[in-house]
């Protein structure tokens, strides 16, 4: 799946990443001829009746070479800023939503915003990965291909020793990059760690604010930020040996070919021209042989944090896809001796029904499981024994998303998304006209308090709706699942932070507007048990 997904995303890009790559062998051509003409040109001083006339044609040669490099080089770079972003901004859309398809279990197990981090992380990886590939991989390969090439013409000898370096250099960077990988993945996993204590911080600023926690807060955060300090100076320092070794590999190099291209040039084997080509070959190939070394150990730290940010993000089996696409419900719900607990028995046994056009209230203490019996009617957990059907159907056989679609839920402690009250009202109903937005308004007593918004409805809630108080985003989550239009609605909670009169005013406003839906309604109010038609207590 993991694979699928990278290798659908490029796909489309397939002809314009090939032209990229043959461009960018112009790049490596320019480097190569410009170092021989130069060769050619010393050769010919011995010459000197044709030497101005080679002079010549050699320095329009090199203008034409650059002219022609200049000219690849930016369709390249027009062809990249045409690829890359559409790439990127593909795999936000492919991760974003294969996350999405998780089950409830997967987000209580991960932060949310580690999550986000994972796939930013993915993402930009990738895309630093096709970067380094196309932008320095296939020039530098290329370049270094070619310099052989013309070295081993010039001289064998030098050839085999330019190809042993070669060698050596890149097995030296391979094996001391696997290295290198182990510790930049202890980094990039302390740094995720590290992130998502500092956003679980900032996520309950009110609770740090409140008990005057701060300094609690700076202390807690101390032993994440010396794990990543000390996680990422050892990768540093583990580089920095890396970058050791290969600058000695270098330097022996160079002095290895360097007093063996003066003793063949003194024994005449070479020209001072084909002198001069090589020790300008060599310096290019030594910096640009440093810099791919650099590019590899990048890539390989780059691929490592890609790799664990897609563990984490394609570690679950996605929810199944719809499988009954002709399954219309009713609203009939049946419990039967339906079990389920985590290391102890929580729910045992129970059993009741519920039909459209009546109501039920649900009872018991804090901890009783009321909520988890939300999560077994939705199927985020699953009922250990019993069954659970809707419409004579088990909701084991019915997808994820047929199940909610049943249901309409305002759960205990709703959360509103960062944006418009409007925009949060039509995620019950994205089709909802302004009539019906107006009916779930007042229906859920609303309508007086958005009115008198400066912005009415297009006002922005703030952050999981910070900037209304609790009364109000229950009354807006109560309008939300009521333009859901779902045969069942269930509230869980729902007058928790409205005062006593107004809470019982809302509730009789959904039992109105509701009678056509089955209505659960969990409480611990009695007097909003009392307007139910059926009351159901759970020890």
Avoid at 208 to 225: A, D, G, I, P, W
Avoid at 231 to 255: C, H, N, P
Wanted: charged share 20%.
């Amino acid at each position: 799946m993991l694979k699928s997904t990278l290798l659908s995303t490029l796909r489309p890009f397939k002809t314009r990443l090939i032209l990229i790559v043959f461009l960018g062998f112009f790049w490596s051509l320019r480097d190569i001829l410009t170092p021989y003409l130069v060769k050619k040109m010393i050769d010919t001083t011995y010459y000197s009746e044709v030497l101005p006339k080679v002079i010549f044609q050699s320095m329009i040669l090199i203008v034409i070479a650059w002219g022609v490099m200049e000219i690849c080089m930016r369709i390249q770079g027009r062809l990249l800023i045409r690829t890359l972003p559409p790439i990127r901004t593909a795999l936000y859309e492919k991760l974003t939503n294969h996350v999405n398809e998780y089950p409830l279990s997967f987000f209580k197990r991960h932060f949310s915003g580690n999550l986000a981090d994972k796939i930013q992380g993915a993402v930009l990886g990738s895309e630093n990965l096709l970067s380094i590939y196309l932008s320095s991989f296939i020039p530098i390969l290329s370049h270094l291909f070619f310099s052989l090439i013309l070295i081993t013409l010039i001289s064998p000898k030098l050839g085999g020793i330019f190809l042993c370096w070669i060698t050596f250099h890149l097995w030296v960077t391979w094996k001391m990059g696997l290295r290198s990988l182990e510790k930049t993945q202890l980094s990039a996993e302390a740094r995720s760690n590290l992130q998502a204590r500092i956003l679980d911080s900032l996520f309950n600023i009110f609770a740090v604010k409140t008990f005057s926690r701060e300094t609690h807060e700076s202390n807690y955060l101390k032993s994440y930020l010396d794990e990543e300090l000390n996680a990422t100076q050892k990768a540093q320092d583990y580089l920095e040996k890396v970058r050791w070794v290969l600058g000695g590999s270098s330097l022996v190099m160079l002095i290895t070919t360097l007093t063996l291209s003066y003793l063949e040039w003194e024994k005449e084997v070479l020209s001072l021209g084909s002198l001069t080509l090589v020790i300008m070959l060599l310096l290019n190939l030594t910096s640009f042989l440093w810099y791919l070394s650099m590019e590899v150990i990048r890539f390989k730290e780059e691929f490592g944090r890609v790799k664990e940010n897609l563990e984490v993000l394609f570690s679950e089996i996605p929810e199944e896809k719809a499988k009954n696409q002709s399954f219309i419900p009713k609203g009939h719900l049946l419990l039967k001796n339906v079990t389920f607990g985590y290391d102890t028995p929580l729910i045992k046994d129970l059993s009741f029904s519920l039909s459209p056009g009546k109501s039920l209230a649900i009872t018991g203490l804090s901890g009783s499981g009321k909520t988890t019996l939300i999560h077994l009617l939705l199927s985020h957990i699953q009922a250990e024994t019993g069954k659970i059907e809707i419409d004579g159907t088990s909701i084991n056989a019915l997808s994820q998303v047929d199940v909610r679609n049943v249901f309409a839920v305002v759960p205990q402690n709703p959360s509103l998304f960062h944006r418009s009250i409007r925009d949060n009202l039509l995620y019950g109903n994205l089709s909802a006209s302004e009539e019906d937005v107006l009916k779930a308004l007042k229906t859920s007593n609303c309508y007086s308090f958005i009115e008198a918004l400066p912005l009415g409805l297009d006002t922005i809630v703030g952050d999981r709706g910070d900037k209304l108080s609790g009364g109000q985003k229950q009354r807006i989550a109560i309008a939300r699942a009521l333009l859901k239009q779902s045969p069942i609605l269930i509230l869980d909670e729902p007058t928790a932070s409205l005062d006593e009169e107004m809470g019982i005013a809302t509730i009789k406003n959904v039992l109105a507007a509701a009678k056509k839906r089955a209505l659960l309604v969990i409480t611990h109010q009695k007097k909003i048990a009392a307007l139910m038609d059926h009351q159901l207590h759970i020890q």
